[in-house]
């Protein structure tokens, strides 16, 4: 039941879902004003819930008819997406980076289990926010994607990097029952063939990068045919063998997603830190923040910093760090090679 709810909300416009609360917050407040019976004021919300299930179960509010859906890693790049297409575009930001964690079946519940608990493990996010964003965000996502209309073309965004490389995969596995005309840009090569010069070279490695007037630019020119069966089937097919790897990490090399041991930049980092080290008058010890700050810029790969972070966690507990104060954050300690 709270599934199907959950299905309905996701299917309301956003006037219709702001209509719906403010009715639901005026109820509340004559509930808060009124002198009434308790067992009165519990018959009244109780037939108010009735009503308004009633309207979302009949579809008598109804989703916006979109002319395309965009799909795309990562909610820093979907929020470039809608800057860009407006309210006549619907853009749906996959809550997810693909690089980090494990993707072992992750088409299946069990999959998403491993994956949550690892995150919680590893990953220093604040407070509670696997359980009450990211895992609630992956799910809403799921049945965002099962609901796109069968008449509405599907745009598919990625570049030149790990996160997307593999989360496209992921998509294609979702969408393999859906019969709507598929595309997929690369925004690394589109940016490349259209704006570069022998003067002026751009690199981006991800959708989030180029300016949104140069994200319509390259829509409008570079969506081309849809993709055929026999290339959207490929996709799958990679997915199903990248949902077979153990490991956690994934790089981006010679245009393959490369599965590599978890500890792949922990010599980087020591040499960063060594290098950090001879600035100083006297080794001392360094932020953690300075420390993948200068990692993460130097390295070719967008694997995020928390991934990074936990890495430099894990070189302290191997010994090779001494460390003031508690990880709980990486602003909250500091480190020095041993």
Request: net charge negative; hydrophobic share 35%; proline share 3%.
């Amino acid at each position: 039941m709270i599934e199907d709810l959950r299905r309905s909300i996701r299917h309301l416009s956003e006037n219709d879902a702001k209509s719906l609360l403010l009715q639901t917050m005026l109820r509340l407040k004559m509930v808060q004003e009124t002198n009434e019976d308790p067992g009165q004021i519990i018959e009244d919300l109780s037939s108010w819930y009735n009503e308004m299930e009633t309207i979302l179960q009949n579809d008598q509010v109804v989703e916006r008819d979109y002319k395309t859906v965009h799909l795309v890693c990562g909610e820093s790049a979907a929020g470039s997406l809608r800057y860009t297409f407006g309210h006549e575009h619907k853009v749906i930001g996959f809550p997810d980076f693909f690089a980090v964690g494990p993707i072992e079946e992750l088409h299946t519940e069990g999959g998403r289990e491993r994956r949550f608990e690892w995150l919680r493990d590893h990953l220093n996010y604040q407070d509670d926010y696997i359980e009450t964003v990211y895992e609630r965000g992956f799910s809403d996502t799921l049945l965002e994607i099962e609901a796109i209309p069968p008449h509405v073309p599907i745009v598919i965004w990625t570049a030149e990097n790990a996160d997307e490389q593999t989360g496209i995969r992921y998509l294609f596995h979702l969408l393999k029952e859906k019969a709507n005309d598929m595309y997929l840009i690369n925004t690394t090569i589109a940016y490349q063939e259209l704006f570069n010069t022998e003067e002026y070279q751009y690199l981006y490695s991800h959708t989030g990068g180029p300016e949104p007037e140069k994200i319509n630019e390259i829509f409008q020119k570079k969506l081309s045919s849809p993709l055929t069966v026999e290339e959207r089937r490929r996709y799958e097919t990679e997915w199903l063998t990248l949902a077979e790897s153990k490991e956690v990490l994934r790089i981006w090399k010679n245009n393959t997603i490369k599965a590599v041991n978890e500890d792949y930049f922990d010599e980087f980092i020591i040499s960063v830190a060594q290098k950090l080290h001879t600035k100083q008058r006297e080794k001392d010890f360094i932020k953690a923040p300075r420390i993948i700050g200068e990692v993460y810029g130097r390295i070719d790969q967008h694997v995020g910093d928390a991934f990074l972070e936990d890495r430099l966690r894990a070189l302290v507990y191997k010994g090779f760090f001494e460390i003031k104060g508690i990880p709980k954050g990486m602003r909250y300690y500091s480190v020095k090679l041993k």
